[in-house]
């Protein structure tokens, strides 16, 4: 049950952002302020949920008591937390519940719960393991990171966004977790767009060939989500390739700290970092197979 008196924010009002934010508003919640830096997506937002457009981060925190972050980067997320920045949320950290969405480097996540504690805030990490339709329909997947107390606060805001609630461990573990998560799914994605590349290229009917898949040890979640996109090259973007090699790059950090080679990540990452190259990056991660099709040049590549 929504608090009535609890007012929320939220810095990053993309895809994911913007659609958690509609769906916590539907359910009951206030929400106060978004904030973006792109005015063009948070603007319209606002409005369309009858709350501010904040200037910044602090303006945000200054008004909400949950601030919701969905942003894209370590980079991005140290500016928004900046100690030193007047206009970051750290302006108004006192008493202010932070919980951080976006896939991070766990190191960020150690680093900002302490820095926000000492403004005498407190974080949370709520790594999502789905993707815009989930945010919208509040069934996402979120596993969380911090301090035990701190996500028993957090739980009723995270069990209207999400079916699946899980507490990890402290600050760091979740997006430790999400990390091998992405990892996986991208090694999946790119694997699958060579299987039915290959397919393509012996003359298998790819309809067949996704539905022997299905039945069998090729099957998997990326075969239901990409499958067909990849047969009918449509890349409308969900999660993006400039993301999957984001997230993979992570974890092939924290396999190198570790001592573990993984040659099909790195091959993997290799694979998404072409599409980046190729000015393709914000096409949905699915557009890895228009690397394996013999058909299909790189100038093909759909917009």
Partial sequence: ?????????????????????????EQGYRIVAVQDRHPDISEPLARELDSEAAVSPARVAELSDIVITVVSDDATMWDIYAEQNRTSLMAHAKNRLFI????????????IEQAVERHGGSTLEACMASSITQAR????YLMCGGRQDVFDRARPVLNTLGTTVRYIGPAGAAAKVKALVNMVMNSNTAALAEGLGLG?????????????????????????????????RAHDCYFSAAHAAK???????????????????????GQYRRLMELGKGDLDKSAVAELTFLDRTHSQLLT
Avoid: W, Y
């Avoid at 329909?137 to 996402?140: E, F, I």
């Fill in 100 to 111: 951080n969405c976006a896939t991070l480097t766990p190191a960020i996540h150690i680093d």
């Fill in 247 to 269: 997230d993979s790059a992570i974890a092939l950090a924290l396999a190198q700290n570790a001592g573990l080679s993984l040659p099909v990540a790195h091959a993997t990452l």
């Fill in 200 to 232: 393509a290229a012996l003359g298998i009917d790819l309809t067949l060939l996704r539905e022997v898949f299905s039945q069998t040890g090729a099957a998997s979640r990326v075969l239901e989500t990409d499958g067909e996109d990849m047969q009918r």
């Fill in 137 to 140: 329909q509040g069934t996402l």
């Fill in 1 to 25: 049950m929504a608090d009535p008196q609890a007012r929320i924010g939220f810095v990053g009002v993309g895809r994911m952002g913007a659609n958690m934010a509609r769906r916590l508003k």
